[in-house]
């Protein structure tokens, strides 16, 4: 393994490029962290394996021949579109039932973090 870039620091890089959408290729991954193309794949193994406990199936690292690489498949019925998020935010909102800092605590996480639909709530 190589001192400069733990498997640590591979791992959350590449987690974190997957999330904001990019294909990930095991030969620049290797390119970029000094290491060979095997040494990429237990990563990717591993993060496969949380995605998929963490999401239960609601995403998947899959790989994608046309982008010649890996990437986060996402189930679009499982989250909530910004619309969706917008018009919760806007009930939220509206309803003042909240104090300020609760209120202001749940639409940061709305809008920077996908929101799960719980039970097909909002899709009948």
């Known amino acids: 393994m190589d001192d400069q870039h733990p498997k640590s620091l ?3 890089s590449i987690y974190e490029r997957l999330r904001k959408g990019e294909a990930i290729s095991k030969k620049r991954e ?5 290491v060979n193309e095997k040494t990429i794949q237990p990563d990717l193994d591993e993060l496969r394996a949380y995605i998929a406990e963490m999401f239960q199936g609601l995403m998947e690292l899959e790989y994608d021949r046309k982008k010649n690489g890996y990437v986060l498949k996402k189930d679009e019925e499982g ?3 910004n619309k969706e998020i917008l018009v919760v935010s806007k009930i939220l909102l509206e309803s003042r039932s909240l104090p300020k800092e609760e209120m202001d605590r749940i639409l940061k996480n709305s809008f920077f973090n996908p929101i799960r639909k719980i039970d ?3 899709r009948k």
């Open 30 to 34: 290797a390119e970029r962290f000094s």
């Open 120 to 122: 097909g709530l909002f």
């Open 79 to 81: 989250w909530l579109t």
């Open 10 to 12: 591979r791992v959350l």
